[in-house]
């Protein structure tokens, strides 16, 4: 605990990745049905998946597929992405304590932005909707026509730390996924892994985070005593 009171402590921003440790974006409108309306979009256009695009439930996983195997449907394909994503924000849960995290760093001195893979409309539909829109410094989210450019690419965080005026060494990231991790660690940034689940806790330990919380609400505490 100590370690970790010392590691938010040292940093001068607060990298939160958006779907997972700010909100269910698919709460109401889940991923699985978002990527059965993309796939079928890409069939429709004659287009022959493979076994992983076939399956997947990730839109993002479908994104990457379809950049790489129909470049030439990125465009459509994203707009139909974008949109869903919209609406998912319409109706997405917040993670608990989340909002706790944002008001306490703020209060700690600490700046605050979204780094996401999501679509920047999204997010600042749900920021919105929730009231936190003037509480985030900078948003930086996927590029349109350039989804290599997402996590685990560290781009966005650098990003985020230019935007910020800070090194992007003085920012802890927290995320959820192995991409988030790796992202920071290629950044240079620190890393905080936040896991619903002791399986997710073991992956984002291995993929370099420094540590690993339970909920949020573990890290509002921190926040508290640093």
């Known amino acids: 605990m100590s370690d970790?009171?010392?590691l938010v402590a040292s940093v001068d921003a607060i990298l939160l990745d958006f779907d997972g440790p700010v909100c269910h974006l698919f709460a109401g409108y889940s991923a699985s049905i978002?990527?059965?309306?993309?796939?079928?979009y890409l069939v429709g256009e004659g287009s022959a998946l493979d076994e992983r695009a076939k399956s997947t439930s990730d839109?993002?996983?479908?994104l990457q597929w379809t950049s790489r195997h129909r470049p030439e449907l990125l465009g459509p394909f994203e707009q139909l992405e974008d949109a869903a994503e919209y609406a998912a924000a319409e109706t997405a849960k917040p993670t608990e304590h989340a909002?706790?995290?944002?008001?306490?760093?703020?209060?700690a001195g600490r700046r605050v932005a979204i780094v996401s893979n999501n679509s920047r409309a999204a997010i600042e539909r749900y920021?919105?909707?929730?009231?936190?829109?003037?509480?985030?410094?900078?948003?930086?989210?996927?590029?349109?026509?350039?989804?290599?450019?997402?996590?685990?690419?560290p781009r966005p965080l650098i990003e985020a730390a230019e935007n910020l005026g800070t090194p992007v060494e003085a920012c802890v990231l927290v995320g959820d996924s192995v991409s988030d991790i790796t992202a920071a660690g290629n950044a240079g940034a620190r890393s905080i892994g936040y896991a619903k689940n002791p399986s997710r806790a073991d992956e984002l330990s291995a993929a370099g985070a420094e540590f690993v919380v339970s909920s949020m609400g573990e890290l509002?505490?921190?926040l508290r005593r640093s």
Not at 34 to 40: H, M, T, V
Not at 59 to 62: N, R, Y
Request: hydrophobic letters at 50%; charged letters at 20%; zero cysteines.
């Open 220 to 222: 509002a505490v921190i």
């Open 99 to 107: 909002a706790d995290v944002i008001d306490l760093a703020i209060e």
């Open 4 to 6: 970790l009171i010392g």
């Open 59 to 62: 839109p993002l996983a479908l």
């Open 127 to 153: 920021l919105e909707l929730q009231g936190l829109s003037s509480k985030v410094t900078t948003i930086v989210s996927r590029i349109t026509g350039h989804p290599e450019l997402m996590k685990p690419n």
């Open 34 to 40: 978002i990527a059965e309306e993309l796939r079928a």
